[in-house]
């Protein structure tokens, strides 16, 4: 059975829970929650994630948009929003604002077991900075993704008006131009950067 959690008025980010949360007990807590979104790191520390403000909600459809208009051509694999769990191969379970799971992934997992979290990384992720987010942060959550099998990891900064592209075995590169180009799993994926700024301003 789920803890019930006594939620202050100054509510802490992170808890750290003494047993940890089950993957079943935390996914179930993730279900019910209408206050926060739920991770984990590999170490058991939970952190909860408020909603999103207006600028980075508006910033989030529009990369998924882009994103899911790749897709709708050729129809393989899944594209999942920010609201999308997945339990990692370190005990981790971490949520992108983007994801693309392909066709290859999915083999041999049921309807049923599309009901839940994911259990593996997905291929393609997509992380928004928000106004609220630490960069140090951010890139640590990038890391864990590349770490447990990402295959391309984009950190997007509309901050800085850049992108940090994470491919294994190489080291973060910068793309500040207008768009920024998908290879490997997104192959032909063309992200327009300057609609994304245009949500932020």
Same mark, same amino acid.
């Given at each position: 059975? @789920?803890?019930?959690?006594?939620? $202050?008025?100054?509510?802490?980010?992170? #808890?750290?829970?003494?047993?940890?949360?089950?993957?079943?007990? &935390?996914?179930? &807590?993730?279900?019910?929650?209408? /206050?926060?979104?739920?991770?984990?790191? !590999?170490?058991?520390?939970?952190?909860?994630? $408020?909603?999103?403000?207006? #600028?980075?909600?508006?910033?989030? =459809?529009?990369?998924?948009?882009?994103? !899911?208009?790749?897709?709708?051509?050729?129809?393989?694999?899944? @594209?999942?929003?920010?609201?999308? *769990?997945? /339990?990692?191969?370190?005990?981790?379970?971490?949520?992108?604002?983007?994801?693309?799971?392909?066709?290859?992934?999915?083999?041999?997992?049921?309807?049923?077991?599309?009901?839940?979290? #994911?259990? =593996?990384?997905?291929? /393609?992720?997509?992380?928004?900075?928000? $106004?609220?987010?630490? &960069?140090?942060? %951010?890139?640590?959550?990038? +890391?864990?993704?590349?770490?447990?099998?990402?295959?391309? *990891?984009? #950190?997007?900064?509309?901050?800085?008006? !850049?992108?940090?592209?994470? +491919?294994?075995?190489?080291? $973060?590169?910068? +793309?500040?131009?207008?768009?920024?180009?998908?290879?490997?799993? @997104?192959?032909? /994926?063309?992200?327009? &950067?300057?609609? @994304?700024?245009? %949500?932020? +301003?």
């Amino acid at each position: 059975m @789920v803890p019930l959690l006594e939620i $202050p008025v100054l509510t802490p980010r992170t #808890l750290i829970l003494d047993p940890p949360l089950s993957d079943d007990e &935390l996914e179930r &807590l993730s279900e019910r929650s209408d /206050f926060a979104c739920f991770e984990r790191s !590999r170490e058991g520390t939970i952190f909860m994630n $408020p909603p999103a403000g207006t #600028l980075t909600s508006d910033g989030n =459809l529009e990369i998924n948009c882009q994103l !899911r208009n790749w897709w709708y051509p050729h129809r393989r694999g899944r @594209v999942l929003g920010p609201d999308a *769990g997945f /339990f990692l191969p370190d005990g981790a379970m971490l949520s992108p604002d983007a994801a693309y799971v392909t066709k290859e992934q999915l083999r041999g997992i049921t309807l049923k077991q599309l009901e839940r979290f #994911l259990r =593996l990384a997905p291929a /393609f992720i997509v992380e928004l900075r928000s $106004p609220s987010d630490r &960069l140090t942060a %951010c890139k640590e959550k990038m +890391e864990a993704w590349m770490s447990n099998g990402v295959q391309l *990891g984009w #950190l997007i900064d509309p901050k800085a008006r !850049r992108v940090l592209v994470y +491919e294994p075995g190489s080291k $973060p590169r910068i +793309e500040a131009g207008a768009q920024v180009e998908g290879s490997g799993p @997104v192959e032909g /994926f063309v992200l327009n &950067l300057l609609e @994304v700024w245009r %949500c932020f +301003e």
